[in-house]
């Protein structure tokens, strides 16, 4: 190998750049079968994922070495010109050169890594692959309710996280607060509707409170800030004459929409059983001294017109 490597450093220009080719294209083979074979004899899919990432970099590193070992005795010769094609190729590839500082970004920051949820501008997604220009996202929401994929794959390029803003989901506090809102007529037991949605919020999230209790914990011990309350909360506002309750909640950024459905079901459940101390409001209200629309008075003008027609017509 050493004697390959002494002929080839040896070799004339010509000679270089054909061994150069050849030698990136056997690093390049067998890095990919690397690439396809090592990976699974790892079972799970976090780690199947890391040394794929791992061999691919590898070979990159492999064949920038081997071409800097190759070219070692004339990149002093080509300094000058390197510097004055590498000017040149800034200015055209801008784009691409802040996609490749964006990935050394979020490497290093650890912005979002493989397997959290984040919000990049305005998409929304699980994150499923990092590469150096581009972060692959399964989306969710957009036109599907909560928080359920809906399907699409974006691709996002690194740059973006050096331009706006990023919003992790996951790291630290994984729990977010959510809420729901309940309409109820003025008639209702105001304070019974308050307890009973209070009762129903804190025996449906009382899983995750104490978990969600440690991970604020880990947060106030790295950042300056004030405890919030993280137990279940119920505030009444009067809308439109009727009662609307909004109940909080903190909830693993998962399970939002599985939470709400799970909320709504008890409620329905406890009105039904409350023997009309609390009733539904109608979100459909038509008062009777409703000005009539142009068409209705049109309609009833002709009606009228046709029934003194009728009436002159028997006389």
């Known amino acids: 190998m050493n004697d390959f490597l002494t002929k080839t450093v040896s070799l004339s220009l010509f000679g270089k750049c054909v061994a150069a080719g050849l030698g990136i294209l056997i690093i390049h083979a067998t890095f990919r079968v690397l690439e396809q074979t090592l990976p699974r004899r790892f ?10 990432k791992f061999v691919v970099f590898s070979g990159y590193l492999s064949i920038l070495v081997f071409l800097a070992f190759v070219f070692e005795d004339r990149l002093g010769r080509l300094s000058f010109a390197i510097g004055v094609v590498g000017a ?18 979020i490497g290093f920051s650890k912005l979002y890594a493989v397997g959290d949820r984040v919000q990049i501008g305005d998409t929304r997604g699980d994150v499923i692959d990092i590469g150096l220009l581009r972060t692959t996202l399964m989306e969710t929401g957009s036109w599907v309710s909560g928080d359920l994929y809906n399907g699409r794959i974006a691709r996002i390029p690194n740059s973006t996280v050096l331009k706006g803003s990023v919003f992790n989901y996951s790291k630290g506090f994984r729990f977010i607060w959510d809420e729901i809102r309940v309409l109820f007529t003025n ?9 009973m949605l209070l009762q ?10 104490v978990e969600a209790q440690t991970s604020w914990k880990v947060i106030s011990d790295n950042y300056r800030s004030e405890n919030p309350p993280l137990e279940p909360t119920v505030a009444l506002v009067v809308n439109g004459g009727s009662l609307e309750f909004a109940v909080s909640y903190v909830i693993d950024y998962t399970k939002r929409t599985t939470m709400k459905d799970r909320l709504f079901m008890k409620i329905v459940e406890e009105v039904s059983s409350s023997d009309g101390r609390v009733q539904w409001a109608s979100s459909r209200v038509t008062p009777d001294n409703q000005p009539s629309s142009p068409d209705t008075i049109e309609a009833r003008q002709s009606s009228s017109t046709q029934d003194m027609g009728k009436t002159a017509g028997s006389h």
């Open 187 to 195: 008639t209702s037991d105001c304070q019974f509707a308050r307890e």
């Open 200 to 209: 129903v919020a804190k025996e449906a999230t009382g899983e995750y409170l």
């Open 88 to 105: 040149g190729v800034a200015v055209a590839l801008q784009d691409v050169l802040a996609s490749f500082a964006g990935a050394f970004s």
């Open 43 to 52: 079972g799970r899919a976090d780690a199947r994922y890391k040394v794929r």
